[in-house]
């Protein structure tokens, strides 16, 4: 079994994507064949050690909005990938313990968002504009669950046909120079709306830390300098790294 794992790291993402990849494979006790497809303007492989399976695609991004919605696209780009399944993670991504493939892997799977039963339980973060692709009414008669941007994946052709159909909606939102209020996450959401995922991962459930920076500094400026952190892991490409208060810490 061949899963793929998209990685977007461009700016400072990329000394997180080389941290999630690092830790992924150190604590991955699984047996399928893991391929992280990493997009950036920076080759990770030597950042990263030998045995690992990369592929890089170049891409650049001016903007944090043009990165975030850069998924559906960099996804629809592996769709005569070897894989088997196609998961994306977002390259903030953190993990901290042992894990298989089991607790994600599905046909087509979404990640509960933390706050789906917090401070969403009321009101959904949905978008709410009705001249937009993503939009959800507040009378939706469904049941409603709120979904990562952050995790999603399945089956190849199931997540070809996924991607495909939300790259559609950004598509004819741009045509109307509106930009949904999550971003990518918003037609992810309307798209799990009206047609759920077979599997949803609870947040009890899932095993890695979203969001987790590791206070490199506001990760949407353009200009944030990493360059002395891409010095330290490049010095220690064969060990882990965690990142405290912007620090770059080998475990």
Known sequence: ?????VVLATNSYFILGVRFIKKFMYHYKGSATITFYFFSEVDPAPYLPDNINVEYRYMTNGSWTEGTNS?????LSLEHSKSDYLFYFD?????????????????????QHF???GFMKENKAYDR????????PLDTPLTQHYYYGAFFGGKKDNMIQFCKKLKMYQELDQMINYEPAVNDESYINKEFHYNPPTKMVLCGDFKFAISD???IGDTRDMKLDIEAHKAEILKHKNQLFEIWNNTINVV
């Open 115 to 117: 706050g789906d039963e």
């Open 71 to 75: 998924k559906f696209k960099s996804i």
């Open 213 to 215: 920076k590791g206070g």
């Open 91 to 111: 390259a903030d991504t953190n993990v901290q313990s042992e894990f298989t493939e089991e607790w994600f892997l599905g046909d087509m799977v979404g990640g």
């Open 1 to 5: 079994m061949n899963i793929g794992i």
């Open 129 to 136: 504009n009705p001249n937009s692709q993503a939009y959800v």
